[in-house]
C-alpha cells in the first residue's frame, strides 16, 4: 500500500502565499515523477506543476513566476510554493506520484493520488 498525505492548505487574503506539502508512505521501491493538480467548483482537474525524479519541473502559464514546485527525495515529499495568490487559485489541490513498486514478479509503478486540500483566496 501507498498513500500521499497532503498539509499546507487554508484560507488567505489575495497577495499573500501558501506552502503546500505532500509526504509519500508505504511500500515503495522509487518515486518517478511528482505534481501539483488542482480542482475548482465546477471545473475539470489541472495539472499546476509538476516535477521530475531529476528536478526538471513544469508550470501551467497561470501559475508561472509565482508558484515553486521542489521536493525532497530522501524525505519522499513534494512541494508547491504558492505566492502573489490570485482569488482565481482557489480549489482543492491533489498531489500525485508515480510510485514504483518491487513485487515477486517484478517492478511496477502505478499512479497513487493524495486526498486533497482546501486552499482559498479571498479578494
Do not use: H
Not at 505532500?22 to 471545473?43: D, E, L, T
Not at 508550470?59 to 495568490?85: E, P, W
Not at 514478479?105 to 486552499?119: A, E, P, R
Amino acid at each position: 500500500q501507498v498513500q500521499l498525505v497532503e498539509s499546507g492548505g487554508g484560507l488567505v487574503q489575495a497577495g499573500g502565499s501558501l506552502s503546500l506539502s505532500c509526504v509519500a508512505s508505504g511500500s515503495i521501491a522509487s518515486i518517478n515523477n511528482m505534481a501539483w493538480y488542482r480542482q475548482a467548483p465546477g471545473k475539470q482537474r489541472e495539472l499546476v506543476a509538476g516535477i521530475s525524479s531529476g528536478g526538471s519541473t513544469n508550470y501551467v502559464d497561470s501559475v508561472k513566476g509565482r508558484f515553486t514546485i521542489s521536493r525532497d527525495n530522501a524525505k519522499n515529499t513534494v512541494y508547491l510554493q504558492m505566492s502573489s495568490l490570485k482569488p482565481e487559485d482557489t480549489a482543492v489541490y491533489y498531489c500525485k506520484a508515480d510510485v514504483g513498486r518491487q513485487f515477486s514478479l517484478g517492478y511496477k509503478s502505478y499512479d497513487y493520488w493524495g486526498q486533497g486540500t482546501q486552499v482559498t483566496v479571498s479578494s
